[in-house]
Each structure stands twice: as structure tokens, then as C-alpha cells.
């Protein structure tokens, strides 16, 4: 490739004017995206603001705090200083949004790793974050928010959310699971089935229609941030999903619901991403059985369901997904099975 | 991030299948938005299949093969030996592909760089690729492309496809850009007007409606891939675009066109990423420009730009767009301006 460069930096006859040459931030377009999810930012801002209380004249640490929103929120909320950490250079415009809107005394901001960084407090009252990714885990940065919490958490601080809880329902999804495995048995004519199985394997991220939604929901895992350990983030758990009509499950789907603490009960804040709820660029995650499974109304389906972090990247999952359907009656049917996903 | 993986393997509650584990393929996505893009995939599966008596018992070489499709229009189409050669692992799941469809014996994969790979041949008849990136260029392989045409290519040799175009208009587009740009100046009550800058300096891939453009259309360069240097892709061209109808350019709108060589005009493919043709996940690319101009029919617009693989990462693009707008009579006006963009 060094031709190109040689070429288009010796042709003197293109018209360039160097000055005007700005630097690319890293993941420019997720800090958009992130910005204008309004159930997200609007959460956090109501969990800090309502709660004034809690802010006023408090040290609070963000982790992770990409162009500075919550650390601002925090300085409008009475904090006595912020200390905001990201690794990337997009705390650059951070600071640049800090001073111009008059937060340079309230805010200090510190690039690199939280794990490395040098902080002007052994303690904060407070840390604020928005660690979570897709299917909450997927590449979070919640290992570093525990952190955070063992290393500069004063006794009896808080943390903004303190509660995360995941959970999952069977869903009819007949027309996209087609379009997305049926796809491969015939590509242009040619037989694409080997990526049938690759397919089932990645969890699709997508909306779901809560009409979709076929079962009850079970609670795969609930998170207090206060206390869980890393270890904890891989977990295993078994729940029944009663069929809520007559219809078929395709596959399962599952999201994350969201809690802050507050003054009091009326000031804590919560928010979900799940079918039911507003959309959020998380968005749902939606796993397909092997099993296309017809279930009448009240029947149950026997779910369990393992998650643990990737032996090689731990910021991806592998997670498995068992599923016991027994129908008594008159028109007996059983299926079960197991099948693995992975997150990457 | 170690503990992570520790707990999980240690953890022998969780009932993890090993057996069930599958690898993961690089942009496995990616694939299926290509294939599945038919504007795409039936233009190369007609260019190819028309065009018989071009590819009878022809030694062929695929650039860049993915999951092989091509190679295997290619087969059909009766070559007598396709070569396909791919850097990415997703060539392990061609290889099932092909043996599955009964082209074991035509199609030959061979994983690696083009550069470095040791071919069954030193000369072929043909070489098929689907090279082109956003805006044509950006992260595109043409580079590889000409290298194999001027390492293996026979003289006389074709090349699918062999020409490129791209094309440039102006947009009326004030909801989007403002969605886009004045954004910025509002941010949950806090000025974020720095990023607007950024902003500025991106071109956006994204669908723009036809009947969005205002003005007719430049042609930027037109590369004849059976002669273009390397150097050529860094280039700088001059045209005036003319309002088809009273409005407001906010910006412009560029695209490109490929074309197929054919046994006569009659079959050679053609297909085209305009505004004004089908949907193709190449979208189109837009900039805008620093002024609103008001523009009445008829009256003209000049335009020049300047692209050039950037210095530091020549998979990246750097852009320089002037304009210059005069309008005499009884309103007027003038406006021009220099900016640059990046495609990053």
C-alpha cells in the first residue's frame, strides 16, 4: 500500500490545504448513537438530578465517561469535584465540551486505563457509569466499574446503577428466523447450509415486537452492584415460561432492566430495554431454539440458561441454552435439547 | 480481565458442552448483507453468466473470494479452474461450500495475502472481485486488484468488473443535516457545538431519495481498471452541477456506477449505487457543505474536488471539496467555500 501514500503525498498538484486537517475520534458515531438514546441519557440525568441530595458536595468518579454528559450532570447536581476517566481520545472533546460550558473547576478529566490512572482522591463518595453493552455483558465495562467500586469506593458510597437485572421470554418470530436461517439453504441457487449452524449460534441484536412475546419471562440473573464479584458475571439459572396463548416459539429473547438509587423509593430511578419499553439502541437479543416448538396456553417451558465470559476474550460470551417442553393430554408432544451461542 | 476467565473454567457447575463449541468468522454479517444484496450479487451472477463464451474452459482468479459465491458463478459459467484466494478465515467455510455444491475439482482455495500466496498458475484469463468500498474507494481492494492484474493477468486478459464511475449532485437534505449537525448545539442543555466540526469533516453513507436531488450530476473520475495506476486513485476534478428546479443545497451527494465487460455491448452488466436506483448496502455517500446556498433553476454551481488515500492509513480517504456559487441579476448572491472531509 505504500505506493498510494508515495503518490498522493508527493502529487503536489492536489489541491489540499493541510491546516485543515482535524483528527478522527474513536467511535465518534457510538457517542451519537448513545447521546441521543433518550431512555438511556434522560435516566441517568433524572437519576442524578432528582436526587440532589445525594450529589451535593460529594467526590464522584465516572468510569468511562466518553464526551463528559455524566460527569456534567453530576457538576449541575451540586457535586464538590468529578473526576472522569475514559482510555480514548475522545475525552479530548470531552474537555473541550467541559470548558466551554463552564465545568473546568468542577471536572478533571484523565485519559487511560482506571486500572493505571493516578487519581487526585484515595476515595469518592460516588461512581457514576454507563458500563453496559448488548445482552448487558457483551462487551461491557462493568469489570472495570468493580473496580472502581473495591479500589476507590468509600464505605456506604453509592453507585449509579446500582441494580441490573436480565431477563427472557419465548417469542414467535416465524418470518425473520426464516429470513435469517432458512436464508442459507438456497443462495443464489447454491446450498449455503454449513452457515445454518453458524447462524443459530450468534445471537441476533435486534428489536422484537412485544406482540411477539408468546410466554411469560423468567429472570436469568439480577445484579447488585454493590456486592457482586466478577465471578458472579458467570451464572447459570433455571425458569419455567408459561405459554400466555396458544402459538409457537421460535426462539427466546431477552434484555436488561436498569436501577439507580435514590433519596427514596420515589426517587429511584429504573429503566428497561425490553420488548415492552421504549426502544434503546441496546435494542433486544434474541436466541432461536433448534426446536420450532407449538405451545398451547398455560403450558410450560423449561428453560436453562449458562453465561460465562469467553476463555480467550473475556469481553465476549459463550452461553448455553437447554429447553424441556412436555405437553400431557391429549395430543402429547415433547422436545428438548441444548444449543450453544456465542457472543462476539 | 483474567479473574473473568478463571472463574468460568474453574466453574465446573456450569454445564458447558465443550463439544457444541463452534469458532467464530470474521464479519460473518458482512457476508450475508452482500449476498443478499442483489443489486450486487445478480449483477456479477449475470455478468458472468451471460457472458459463457468469455469464461469456457478460462483459468480464473478471484480476488478477495469470501464465501465463494463468485467462484462458483464462475464454475458454472465453465471455466475450466477457478483460483480464489481470501485473507480471512470465512474461507474455511467457502471451502465447505463449495464441496457441498459438488466444485471441488474447479474451484481451488487458497487463504492469505494475494502478495504472498503461491498461485496454481502464472498467468490467468480472467480475474473476478468484488472489490469497491464506500464512496468506491474507502476501504476498498482495488489496490490488490491491480497488483494481480499486473502480476497474473494474460495480455489481453478481462477484468470483472473493468470500469468504475463516480458521480456527484447537489441535495436538498435541511431535516437530516440538522438531525446531524445542529444537534450539536443543544445537548440536553449543554453546548456540544465542537462536535459539529467533526461532524462536518464525515461524510455520511446513508440512502438519500432521489427526488432529494437538486442539481444535475458531475462525474468525479471514471477508472478503467484494465489501465489505472495506482496512483490515479488519488485524484482532482473540476464540473458544474446546474439546479434542475428552485431550491436549497445543503449539501452533496456522490455514488458510483460499474460496469461488466461483455461478448458485445448487448451483454455487458451494469449496475448503478445513485440515488436513483435500487437500494445497495453501498448506500451513497454525503458531505455537506458549509453554507445553505439558495440556488434558482437553471443557475450553476462549481465544484472541485480533491481525493487522496490518507497518509498515515491509505484504506482511508482524505477529501477536499470547493465550491463556488455566483448567481448575477437582480438577487445577488455569492458564496464559496473550502472544506475538508475524511472517510475514516
Redesign the interface.
Known amino acids: ?5 508515495k ?3 508527493d ?1 503536489e ?5 493541510e491546516q ?3 483528527s ?2 474513536d467511535h ?1 458515531g457510538i457517542h ?1 448513537e448513545m ?2 438514546d433518550e431512555v438511556r ?2 435516566s441517568y ?1 433524572n437519576a442524578i438530578l432528582k436526587n440532589k441530595d445525594l450529589f451535593r458536595d460529594k467526590v464522584v468518579l465516572d468510569v468511562g465517561c466518553g ?1 463528559g ?1 455524566l460527569s ?2 453530576a457538576a449541575q447536581a451540586g457535586a464538590k469535584h468529578v473526576i472522569a476517566v475514559d482510555m480514548s481520545n475522545i475525552i479530548e ?1 470531552a474537555q ?2 467541559v470548558d ?2 463552564g465545568f473546568s473547576d468542577k471536572i478533571t478529566l484523565v485519559r487511560g486505563k482506571l486500572e493505571d490512572v493516578v487519581l487526585p482522591y484515595k476515595e469518592v463518595d460516588i461512581i457514576i457509569s454507563e458500563w453496559m453493552g448488548y445482552f448487558l455483558l457483551y462487551e461491557s465495562m462493568l ?1 472495570t466499574v468493580l473496580w472502581a467500586r473495591d479500589h476507590y469506593l468509600k464505605k456506604g458510597g453509592l453507585i449509579f446503577p446500582d441494580r441490573a437485572t436480565m431477563h427472557i421470554a419465548g417469542i414467535e418470530d416465524g418470518e425473520y428466523r426464516s429470513s435469517k436461517l432458512d ?1 442459507w439453504e438456497n ?2 441457487g ?6 445454518i ?3 443459530k ?2 445471537p441476533l441484536v435486534d428489536t422484537v415486537e412485544n406482540s411477539a412475546v408468546v410466554t411469560t419471562s423468567g429472570t436469568l440473573v439480577e445484579i447488585d452492584i454493590n456486592t457482586v464479584k ?2 458472579d ?2 451464572f ?1 439459572n433455571k425458569f419455567t415460561l408459561k405459554a400466555i396463548r396458544d402459538d409457537t416459539i421460535h426462539g427466546l429473547v431477552a434484555w436488561f432492566d436498569i436501577w439507580f438509587p435514590g433519596t427514596d423509593a420515589k426517587h429511584e430511578v429504573y429503566f428497561s430495554t425490553g420488548p415492552h419499553a421504549k426502544y434503546t439502541h441496546w435494542k433486544q437479543t434474541v436466541f432461536y431454539l433448534d426446536d420450532i416448538l407449538d405451545i398451547k396456553r398455560g403450558e410450560s417451558l423449561e428453560i ?1 440458561l ?1 453465561n ?2 469467553n ?1 480467550v476474550n ?2 465476549e460470551l ?1 452461553i ?1 441454552i ?1 429447553w424441556d417442553f412436555k405437553a400431557d393430554g391429549d395430543n402429547y408432544r415433547a422436545h428438548q435439547g ?3 451461542y ?1 457472543l ?1
Not at 190 to 195: A, E, G, K, N, V
Open positions: 500500500m505504500s505506493d498510494v501514500t503518490s498522493a503525498t502529487k498538484s492536489l489541491p489540499f490545504s485543515h486537517y482535524f478522527s475520534y465518534f451519537e447521546l441521543k441519557t434522560l440525568r464526551t454528559i456534567m450532570f472533546m473541550k465540551i466551554l460550558n469489570d436464508y443462495v443464489y447454491f446450498d449455503y447450509s454449513p452457515f449452524e453458524i447462524a449460534a450468534e466478577l465471578e458475571l458467570a447459570f436453562s449458562a460465562r465470559p476463555a473475556p469481553r459463550d448455553e437447554k441444548t444449543h450453544n456465542f462476539r
